[in-house]
């Protein structure tokens, strides 16, 4: 079974520039987070998907990040325009969303830099 | 609100030697408690998991966590450590199908 894939794992751009992040999920997995890890500080919750739906985007920071998951499955972050302080690590995750299985998977995490 | 301390940003042992990482945890319900690594370059990988049951949960790779409700607390153990367990080490905690919310992560560094 393949795991939780990232595109791209690096990512450099300037400030106000635009990127897109992508993941694919664990296939059957209708739960979808987005995490981001700045430098020195912990993992943190950006948002959750249920298949197509968003069920909590409180981890936002801003308007300047959009989620997406058409269909259900695969989900894209874009973030417009970037700012030195969305540097980071953006990690993805999965899980079913019912049954007895509930942890999440991650993928590698893309990593973000913003000049 | 819901927050994980590891007070140990760093911590050095020698291979072969015990190891104890702590975890300590706010949570206003029963929380679902795990224990993540991440080795260079390499995704978060699940170490092990709690909700219920036995409090002594084992885990991949020889490690095993100890619940303890009076002590919020969820330190992970492994009795003898290898050089390939040198990592990043995160405790986190959520409700079921939920968000995780993780603690800043403790770094392990094995001496020879």
């Known amino acids: 079974e393949a795991g939780v894939t990232q595109f791209p794992s690096h990512s450099v751009i300037e400030k106000g520039q635009t990127v897109t992040l992508r993941c694919d999920p664990i296939?059957?997995?209708?739960?979808l987070y987005w995490y981001r890890r700045v430098m020195g500080k912990e993992i943190k919750f950006l948002l959750h998907?249920?298949?197509?739906?968003?069920?909590?985007e409180s981890g936002m920071p801003n308007n300047r990040f959009l989620a997406e998951r058409t269909g259900g499955t695969y989900s894209t972050l874009k973030v417009q325009p970037a700012e030195l302080e969305d540097s980071g690590v953006y990690f993805c995750?999965?899980?079913?969303?019912?049954?007895?299985?509930?942890?999440?998977?991650f993928g590698p995490g893309t990593r973000l830099t913003v000049t | 609100a819901q927050s994980v301390t590891q007070p140990d940003i760093h911590i050095t042992v020698s291979e072969g030697a015990s190891l104890e990482l702590r975890c300590n945890y706010s949570?206003?319900?029963?929380?679902?408690l795990f224990w993540y690594v991440q080795s260079p370059g390499q995704g978060l990988q699940l170490l092990l998991k709690?909700?219920?049951?036995?409090?002594l949960v084992q885990g991949i790779k020889g490690f095993e966590a100890e619940f303890k409700r009076s002590q919020s607390s969820f330190n992970l153990r492994k009795p003898s450590v290898h050089w390939s367990d040198a990592a990043e080490y995160f405790c986190?905690?959520?409700?079921?199908?939920?968000?995780?919310?993780f603690g800043t992560g403790t770094r392990l560094l094995v001496s020879p």
């Open positions: 296939s059957g997995h209708d739960n």
């Open positions: 986190a905690v959520g409700e079921r199908f939920q968000k995780l919310v």
């Open positions: 709690y909700f219920s049951g036995d409090t």
């Open positions: 995750a999965s899980s079913h969303a019912q049954g007895e299985t509930y942890e999440q998977y």
């Open positions: 949570y206003g319900a029963t929380p679902y």
């Open positions: 998907f249920v298949k197509e739906s968003k069920q909590d």
